[in-house]
């Protein structure tokens, strides 16, 4: 992820609406990326990874998208729920390296 | 089965105390590694460990020393602590793939 020090940005959606939080990678050498969910006051918890010999891939209720080409990453959400408001972040690495270059994180607010 | 376990939660100290922060894991992982996290930022690599008796640092290490002579622990020690400090320090650990687990945190304020 590029990590730029800015102000949290925040996507506010409601209940049962899809999700979709972007992220942007600046190293082009990265081969495999995380996104990772983090509740206020806790670390960060796993989510869904990708490798980059895939564009997409499916979890329980959530997608990751990969683009290489311009180094671009996106989760959806579907069916957002209030247990989904937390701040998320992606990071990515390459194989074997597994220090973690994190995003600057998304605020995902879900109104009920 | 814990996971990653932190002590202290939360921690003061003044400006030139030193301190170490705990970390340990149940899982019998390899790679450990420590992050910071400041406001509206994502987390930054302090140091890391691939095994016992090995460790390298990682973006921001200076101010912090690490060690590694068991498996399942990998401390944090601020041979002098400074205000610059003040964050939020993460351990993480993995096996042999990369996704790492986190820990739930210490938070750290330096006067």
């Known amino acids: 992820g590029e990590s730029v020090g800015l102000h949290l940005p925040t996507l506010s959606v409601q209940e049962g609406d899809n999700s979709i939080i972007n992220c942007a990678y600046s190293?082009?050498?990265?081969?495999?990326f995380i996104w990772y969910k983090q509740e206020s006051g806790k670390g960060p918890q796993f989510i869904i990874d990708?490798?980059?010999?895939?564009d997409k891939r499916q979890g329980q209720r959530v997608t990751v998208l990969l683009n290489k080409t311009v180094k671009h990453l996106s989760l959806q959400i579907a069916a957002t729920q209030p247990g989904d408001s937390a701040v998320y972040f992606c990071?990515?690495?390459?194989?074997?390296?597994?220090?973690?270059?994190f995003g600057s994180g998304t605020r995902l607010q879900v109104q009920p | 089965n814990a996971g990653v376990t932190q002590t202290p939660k939360f921690q003061v100290l003044k400006t030139g105390q030193s301190m170490t922060l705990q970390c340990a894991q149940d899982?019998?992982?390899?790679?450990m590694s420590w992050y910071r996290q400041d406001p509206g930022m994502g987390l930054r690599l302090i140091h890391y460990?691939?095994?016992?008796?090995?460790?390298d640092q990682g973006e921001v290490p200076n101010g912090y020393n690490v060690s590694r002579s068991t498996t399942e622990d990998f401390p944090l020690r601020l041979l002098s602590a400074a205000p610059s400090q003040t964050s939020v320090y993460f351990c993480?650990?993995?096996?042999?793939?990369?996704?790492?687990?986190f820990g739930p945190g210490t938070r750290l304020t330096v006067l």
């Open positions: 990708i490798r980059s010999n895939m």
């Open positions: 899982m019998n992982h390899e790679y």
């Open positions: 460990s691939v095994g016992a008796g090995i460790t």
């Open positions: 990071a990515d690495t390459t194989t074997g390296r597994r220090a973690l270059t």
């Open positions: 993480a650990s993995s096996s042999t793939t990369d996704t790492q687990y």
């Open positions: 190293n082009s050498a990265s081969d495999y």
